[in-house]
């Protein structure tokens, strides 16, 4: 199995895992200059 394969479907049909919080609060922050100012205010409360 290669190794995009197995980022895309885990291995041995495990689910896979979550991204690691430090990644999705990166994530949220470069998302939210595309967001209206009280969508910015939720994401900045989620990334922190």
């Known amino acids: 199995m290669t190794n995009d394969?197995?980022?895309i479907f885990g291995s041995a049909?495990?689910?896979p895992a979550p991204p690691?919080?430090?990644a999705l609060?990166?994530?949220v922050?470069?998302?939210a200059p595309s967001m209206t100012?009280?969508?910015q205010r939720v994401?900045?409360?989620v990334a922190d």
């Open 29 to 31: 922050r470069t998302l």
């Open 37 to 39: 100012r009280s969508m």
């Open 13 to 15: 049909g495990a689910p």
């Open 5 to 7: 394969v197995k980022e």
């Open 20 to 22: 690691a919080p430090a």
């Open 43 to 45: 994401a900045e409360a």
């Open 25 to 27: 609060a990166a994530k």
